[in-house]
């Protein structure tokens, strides 16, 4: 369990942590390095370790595997995702009237998380996103997709 000590008559900040030791529970400062048995450490935010995206090769060798493994409108899905950035739930609740083809953004306005569809996002605020040449074409080649699959289910009635 952590608690928040204080040392000496600054107040510098402290962690103390119950450590599997034979000493029971020490007092660490910030500064300090915890031992690899500690049950806790306070991590600052220069402590965190820096972003480390996918490089664009390791994103393409993704998006093809899934394009293979799942089909091209989940690979479609997927890579939407990867080249603007939007959250699962925000992807989830895209419907056609949010992409602006004159302009290239994309308007995410809602969300729909456990099936139901939210009015707002996550943060709450609606996103216009400027989109990139690639998440473009790909928006395009999905609803040729779908313009396919619709055009499959509404065949004529004689045939």
Request: aromatic residues 4%; hydrophobic residues 35%; negative net charge.
């Amino acid at each position: 369990m952590a608690t928040l000590a204080t040392r000496g008559p600054t107040t510098t900040p402290s962690v103390r942590c119950d450590a599997r030791s034979t000493s029971g529970t020490s007092t660490i400062r910030n500064d300090e390095i915890l031992p690899r048995h500690s049950k806790c450490a306070r991590i600052g935010k220069n402590d965190r370790p820096a972003i480390d995206p996918f490089s664009i090769q390791d994103a393409e060798v993704l998006i093809a595997a899934i394009h293979q493994d799942w089909g091209e409108a989940q690979g479609n899905y997927d890579e939407l995702r990867l080249f603007t950035g939007l959250r699962l739930s925000e992807a989830i609740a895209l419907v056609i009237s949010d992409y602006d083809a004159e302009h290239g953004v994309l308007n995410v306005t809602q969300a729909r998380v456990v099936g139901i569809d939210q009015d707002v996002t996550k943060t709450g605020e609606d996103r216009r996103i400027a989109l990139c040449p690639r998440a473009i074409t790909m928006i395009e080649r999905q609803l040729r997709l779908r313009q396919r699959l619709a055009d499959l289910v509404s065949c004529p009635a004689d045939s």
